[in-house]
């Protein structure tokens, strides 16, 4: 059964920090590009982060650069996103995605919850 599940996820202060995880199963995780979208209420879906399979290249949205930064742990079939310097507008939930290397059928997690108090 293929699964994508998200941690991590909770209420901080602004300013604070959060690492959310994502554990993949059922399908090969190494070697497939993986993200983050977030989706805030009422506001449109926004690609936070991605990172290849070989993790060597990574991409961040405006408006995390410099403070979130995506990693992964093929070996524990894993994905990461630290978030430093949390602002309330990084409230959102927060999904992940991977790709798998092989189909390029792309999973997604059922998403956390991320709240940012000013």
């Known amino acids: 059964q293929v699964q994508l599940v998200e941690s991590g996820g909770g209420l901080v202060q602004s300013g604070g920090s959060l690492r959310l995880s994502c554990a993949a199963s059922?399908?090969?995780?190494?070697?497939?590009?993986m993200g983050w979208y977030r989706q805030a209420p009422g506001k449109e879906r926004e690609l936070v982060a991605t990172i290849t399979g070989t993790g060597r290249s990574t991409n961040y949205a405006d408006s995390v650069k410099g403070r979130f930064t995506i990693s992964r742990d093929d070996a524990k079939k894993m994905g990461f996103l630290q978030m430093n310097s949390l602002k309330p507008e990084d409230t959102a939930v927060y999904y992940c995605?991977?790709?798998?290397?092989?189909?390029?059928?792309?999973?997604w997690g059922q998403g956390t919850q991320v709240t940012v108090s000013s």
């Open positions: 059922g399908f090969t995780f190494s070697n497939g590009a």
């Open positions: 995605y991977a790709r798998s290397h092989y189909t390029m059928i792309q999973y």
